[in-house]
Each structure stands twice: as C-alpha cells, then as structure tokens.
C-alpha cells in the first residue's frame, strides 16, 4: 500500500487549497479512505473519510468549508479545502482504512494557514 500526498502549502486566511493523494498497491475502490491532520502539539484528528460507496464524514470543525471526494478509475481522493482558518494549518496526512481493519497512511503534507 502506497499513498502519495500532494497540494499543501501557505495560504492567506479565506483561501483555499486543493489535496491531492495518489493510491497504489491495493484495490481503491473497495476501502474507506480519507484525510486526518496533527497539528503542533495535538494528536492526530479525522478531517473527512468517504467510503467505497461513497459515504461521507467530516469533522465538525470542517464542515461546510472542505470538500472530500474519490475517483477510483484515477485511485485518487482529493480534499478541497475552503475559507481557510489558521487553526487548520496542520500536517495532513492520507489514509486507507484497508479491508476496514488497517491503517496506512501517507507521507502527510503541510497546510499553513497565515492570519
């Protein structure tokens, strides 16, 4: 299992970025994958996970500003992340939950957001 993350970056407050993670090594259109972020000093926390069907979940403190959504013929979940907060800067970080019991995740990206 290979997961590839790209897109972060600095950003102004309001602004957006775009996540991108790439998949390879397992069947992608059969497990939940998602993002998770860890911010200084913080544990690591769930951003938004969609399932193989397509059902989404997002953390409350995104809700409403980032977008999560897959493509499995390209084997890529993306993560379209809106009206920016300083407090979503973060190492974010790609995640398969493989056959619903392992977790793997990617190289993890960094997102800052400047006030």
């Known amino acids: 299992v290979q997961l590839q993350a790209s897109g972060g970056g600095l950003v102004q407050a309001g602004g957006s970025l775009r996540l991108s993670c790439a998949a390879s090594?397992?069947?992608?259109?059969?497990?939940?994958v998602g993002w998770y972020r860890q911010g200084p000093g913080k544990q690591r926390e769930l951003v938004a996970t969609?399932?193989?069907?397509?059902?989404?979940n997002y953390a409350d403190s995104v809700k409403g500003r980032f977008t999560i959504s897959r493509d499995n013929a390209k084997s890529t979940v993306w993560l379209q992340m809106n009206s920016l907060k300083p407090e979503d800067s973060a190492i974010y970080y790609c995640?398969?939950?493989?056959?619903?019991?392992?977790?793997?995740w990617g190289q993890g990206t960094q997102v800052t957001v400047s006030s």
């Open positions: 969609i399932t193989s069907i397509g059902i989404i």
């Open positions: 995640n398969v939950r493989y056959l619903d019991r392992l977790d793997y």
């Open positions: 090594g397992f069947i992608f259109s059969a497990n939940t």
